[in-house]
């Protein structure tokens, strides 16, 4: 007898399950799709045990009848596609007959489904793919699809599944995702009986409101673009407005959310240095493309698409959002660029130096029918005046015996970025921003090891309009955010207030710390890291000198003064370097005189 054997129909729908339905959050992405195909206009999602005993989806779409009904769990039966052609023309969101197959083949499932509100509806019950009754039920129009005990039978795909709260967490992002491109659609959302969110007929950036929390109202730049048979829209963050990680980038294709690998690093090349070097920007992107150009099928979830023109998509993309931030608010872009080119003013930086700010000579120039002010060349400045002043203690409990290197004298800065200095041992060129970030960091863990009190109240508490999601989960580490100072109250429907911080927080940038810290610590991968390490690099990136910031010659021999006496002056706290030295010999050698 041969070895090789058709498998059972039984078998070959759990192998499709294992591809369709990774866990109970593609359960509920693939029935609101087939709800969203049905025309729906409301949509609502009942969640218990996160997903395991209980999904319910009900909607008021077309529904079916009968004869559909029965079809719609056997595997490779659908409505979408009729011919080989049709593949190339597919505007509907489950297409291959998989889902309600696969699904039904690892669950209890009943399906409710009616075309009209004056006859009855039809319900069928079944267990692990075999219908075990069929019957009348009272006249509906729409679909109700009850899921339970989700791998019943496929124990072992329980056992990859994460915790109930991070279940429950997928879930929620999905409905999220999904009811962005569908802002006509009435989303209701519920987990064990508690309503997570409700959401109305919007506009789309209403929608991105409600969901991700009024701190993005604001800040969001709206863009589109039509071009070389691709229409796109959406919003962008404006460069005051980023994150720490890309959580908040979303790319639509044809009204699904899909996964472009590329298109982070595409968003950070249109940004440059309007953003720190380690931070992410918002998007919601949709694109509009013949389906006939692109091809959804290359993956089982179609969570991946393959576009006919990649070079073409890509030049497309990056045109669409760089011709916002730089052409079409020219108001907030050319703000930002003289911000950068004026000095730094005494109440930004004054507090971490000793010296008193000096404002450097600058000489007057014509551009472009445009009056810009450039600094004059600068001449060698000797740094052996400028001792370490009173704050250098601060950077460790005991005055430090030896210092990494003997700065002399400084030459100025080059690129608006590097200052060039001249030390015993060599040449270093330094990157203010990253040096600065060093001396801050170092600054900061040093009070919270030695203040027993760091804490200041605000006569204003700082409101945070966040999603409720974000808002939950950061409430519910409220008392290990104390630990380093901040203090929150709760006010309902995603707000939080913040009403104490830490005392050394400059004025000012309160905010935009809290804001920076709490989001760095909704990211699970970061929840094991030290709070007061991590409080320190926020606050340390946020308050250093920025690249294009020109501050006085005093100033620059101070930074480079106090770099030297930090306990690891070659690296900022995220592991870029702050200095490059260049030795005596290491330039003869380069000049060929050794």
Known sequence: MGKIKQLSSNLINKIAA??????????????????????????????????????????????????????????????????????????????????????????????ETGTNENSPASKIVSEAGKIIS?????????????????????????????????????????????????????????????????????????????????????????????????????????????????????????????????????????????????????????????????????????????FLDEEGFQAFFLELVGKELRTKTPIAFLEMKKRLSEPVKQNTVSKIFSEEFQVPSYQQNFLNDNFIERPMTPKPFSVENIGPGTKIDELTKNTIAK???????????????????????????????????????????????????????????????????????????KKDFERVGIYLDSLGEGTILVREVPSFLEPGTEKEVILDFLNKNLDEKDRSKELYDLMAKCIACRTAIKKNDFVSDHILAELIQRLSYCENPSRCPHGRPTLIKLTQLDLEKMFHRK
């Not at 730049?221 to 959580?247: D, H, P, Q, V």
Request: glycine share 4%; hydrophobic share 35%; proline share 3%.
């Open 134 to 306: 069929q019957s009348d039920t009272k006249p509906r129009k729409g679909t109700m699809i009850l899921v339970e005990d989700l791998f019943f039978n496929t124990p072992v795909r329980k056992k990859f599944l994460k915790s109930d709260r991070s279940e429950e967490k997928k879930i929620k992002d999905r409905i999220a995702l999904m009811s962005l491109a569908n802002t006509k659609v009435r989303f209701e959302h519920y987990q064990d009986g508690k309503q997570v969110f409700l959401l109305n007929e919007s506009s789309l950036k209403d929608r991105i409101v409600q969901v991700y929390g009024k701190n993005l109202e604001v800040l969001l730049l709206e863009t589109s673009l039509k071009r070389r048979g691709i229409e796109a829209y959406g919003f962008i963050s404006s460069s005051e407005l980023y994150r720490s990680n890309r959580s908040g980038q979303f790319f639509y294709v044809n009204n699904r959310a899909i996964e472009i690998k590329y298109a982070s690093a595409l968003l950070k090349k249109s940004y440059g240095e309007l953003i720190p070097h380690n931070a992410h920007p918002w998007c919601f992107l949709f694109f509009q493309i013949d389906p006939a150009y692109i091809d959804v099928n290359v993956h089982p979830t179609k969570k991946e698409i393959r």
């Open 403 to 477: 210092r990494e290197f003997i700065p002399k004298k400084h030459f100025g800065i080059i690129f608006g970025t590097f200052i060039l200095a001249e030390a015993e041992d060599g040449l270093y060129i330094i990157d203010q921003h990253t040096a600065h970030e060093r001396i801050r960091y170092e600054e900061i863990l040093n009070k919270f090891k030695t203040l027993t009190d760091f804490t200041q109240k605000l006569l204003t508490p700082i409101r945070l309009d966040l999603s409720n999601q974000d808002a939950e989960e950061i409430l519910e580490r």
């Open 18 to 111: 294992g591809e369709v339905i990774e866990s109970p959050a593609s359960v509920v992405k693939e029935l609101i799709e087939n709800s969203l195909d049905a025309e729906s206009t409301l949509i609502k999602v009942e969640i218990q045990d996160s997903g395991l005993t209980k999904i319910l989806i009900s909607d008021n779409g077309n529904g079916m009848d009968r004869e559909d009904q029965i079809l719609s769990i056997e595997r490779h039966a659908t409505s979408k596609i009729q011919s080989l052609e049709d593949l190339s023309h597919i505007h509907s969101f489950g297409f291959r007959g998989e889902a309600l197959a696969s699904i039904a083949s690892i669950s209890k499932l009943t399906i």
